[in-house]
T-cell receptor, first 111, second 114 residues
Framework: EAGVAQSPRYKIIEKRQSVAFWCNPI?????LYWYQQILGQGPKLLIQ????????DSQLPKDRFSAERLKGVDSTLKIQPAKLEDSAVYLC?????????FGPGTRLTVL | GNSVTQMEGPVTLSEEAFLTINCTYT??????LFWYVQYPGEGLQLLLK?????DKGSNKGFEATYRKETTSFHLEKGSVQVSDSAVYFC?????????????FGTGTRLKVLA
């Protein structure tokens, strides 16, 4: 079965610019997660969807970050405007029952 | 709230050495416990899991036992290889209605020298 797909793999932008990331979860997985992983740290949950509804977005900086999951399948995460501290790897994961599968991540560098 | 604490790295071992990476957790209820591995430039891959007390998860020579009395889930391998060099994350999952939420430790970098 195909894994979790993410694009782009790498992105370099200047501060105050906008950026969007895309995730396609494993087919049939109802739950989708976006994590931020800063270098040397563990993944930090930004937002969790169950189908197309939000389960938890308590750690999403809503003044600059937004995410949507239309039709309960693909998802996009947007940052507008970006700050230097947003430099990180953004991981998407999907889950079925109690097992989570991760995509390769998007490495964002904000200059 | 629930949390995961794992030993700081990096851990540097010679090939064929014994590996232990400590992980302890704080949780209400009965979480499931996981070890994930992350190779450079890749996402996290599930290495093993245990869903209840005294369960032992195992995969690729790695093992971990769910110890409720010590709230621990230490990762072990009897003989490491250079290819095991990676970052290892301990995690727990807690059930929330209809789905699961995952909490990760900060990761332990393992470097195995030939």
């Amino acid at each position: 079965e195909a894994g979790v797909a993410q694009s782009p793999r790498y992105k370099i932008i200047e501060k105050r610019q906008s950026v969007a990331f895309w995730c396609n979860p494993i087919s049939g997985h109802a739950t989708l997660y976006w994590y931020q992983q800063i270098l040397g740290q563990g993944p930090k949950l930004l937002i969790q969807f169950q189908n197309n509804g939000v389960v938890d977005d308590s750690q999403l900086p809503k003044d600059r970050f937004s995410a949507e999951r239309l039709k309960g399948v693909d998802s996009t995460l947007k940052i507008q405007p970006a700050k230097l501290e947003d430099s990180a790897v953004y991981l998407c994961a999907s889950s079925l029952r109690n097992e989570q599968f991760f995509g390769p991540g998007t490495r964002l560098t904000v200059l | 709230g629930n949390s995961v604490t794992q030993m700081e790295g990096p851990v540097t071992l010679s090939e064929e050495a014994f590996l232990t990476i400590n992980c302890t957790y704080t949780a209400t209820g009965y979480p499931s416990l996981f070890w994930y591995v992350q190779y450079p430039g890749e996402g996290l891959q599930l290495l093993l899991k245990a869903t209840k007390a005294d369960d032992k998860g195992s995969n690729k020579g790695f093992e971990a036992t769910y110890r409720k009395e010590t709230t621990s889930f230490h990762l072990e391998k009897g003989s490491v290889q250079v290819s095991d060099s990676a970052v290892y994350f301990c995690a727990l999952s807690e059930y929330i209605p209809g789905t699961y939420k995952y909490i990760f430790g900060t990761g332990t970098r393992l470097k195995v020298l030939a």
